[in-house]
């Protein structure tokens, strides 16, 4: 997850309160903590791990980039913090009663080995959620580049082996190839209010394929990037923040 290197701050002044509109959806997902072992995998900047540990749960983040472990590490210092990334979890099997990953399948090169390697942290029996965007903040920032008569940041697929239909139906599906069993997959839509400034961080700190785009541009170009940006801004504004709608799929299952 090269493209994640050293955006934390960026990531924490952006898209991190966007990422924490599945939390209910989550928490709901996982039931009642019961003061039960939980591992939160690609856990960011830890804004999820600790809301998860203020419901009772005994949350452990487990986070690849170093950048957003200093930030969790410095927000919740007495949140338990791992480095290690889907699907080579340092982690013996069957240790969690409960294992989520939000927001991370859609970037991991092997998302079934992914499926899998959370299931094999888990305790047989327990509960998995996941989420993955089937509609994603990408939308923007190609109306962005279209305006800007720029070609569009060009994400990067998956080969055909690997991918998975991303959709809710194909979350599930690519799931229970992934080894999860009883898999119910919902997808939830809602309006990110955000203010100009935090989707400029966005992009301005190189953050996802947006932001790897802007910064690859000249300085002509970038001026024409940030005139399209505003104009568009302006067009969604309501007052001073920027309403934009999102769906991502959140799905539940149990580990074998």
């Given at each position: 997850?090269?493209?994640?290197?050293?955006v934390g701050?960026?990531?924490e002044a952006s898209y991190a309160s966007l990422c924490a509109g599945t939390a209910d959806a989550i928490l709901a997902g996982?039931?009642?903590a019961g003061s039960r072992t939980l591992l939160d995998v690609g856990a960011g900047t830890g804004a999820l791990a600790a809301r998860l540990a203020d419901a009772g749960w005994l949350v452990t983040a487990c986070e690849p980039e170093p950048s957003m472990r200093e930030i969790c590490a410095d927000r919740h210092p007495s949140l338990p913090?791992?480095?290690?990334?889907?699907?080579?979890?340092p982690i013996p099997t069957g240790a969690y009663d409960a294992v989520a990953a939000n927001f991370v399948l859609n970037h991991v090169p092997d998302p079934r080995a992914a499926a899998r390697e959370m299931a094999r942290v888990a305790k047989p029996g327990a509960a998995l959620v996941a989420s993955v965007w089937t509609l994603s903040p990408s939308w923007f920032w190609?109306?962005?580049?279209e305006r800007a008569g720029l070609p569009a940041a060009a994400g990067q697929r998956l080969p055909a082996d690997k991918d998975f239909e991303r959709t809710a139906t194909g979350f599930g599906r690519m799931l229970a190839e992934g080894g999860w069993h009883s898999v119910e997959v919902t997808e939830l839509t809602w309006s990110w209010e955000a203010s100009p400034e935090a989707l400029w961080a966005s992009v301005a700190g190189g953050v996802a394929s947006a932001g790897a785009l802007y910064l690859s541009l000249s300085g002509h170009d970038r001026s024409r990037f940030r005139e399209a940006f505003d104009h568009l801004c302006d067009e969604f504004s309501v007052g001073d923040r920027i309403e934009l709608e999102h769906t991502a799929a959140v799905a539940v299952g149990l580990a074998r």
């Open positions: 997850m090269s493209k994640w290197r050293g701050r960026a990531y996982l039931g009642p913090l791992i480095d290690g990334a889907l699907p080579g979890l190609a109306a962005v580049c």
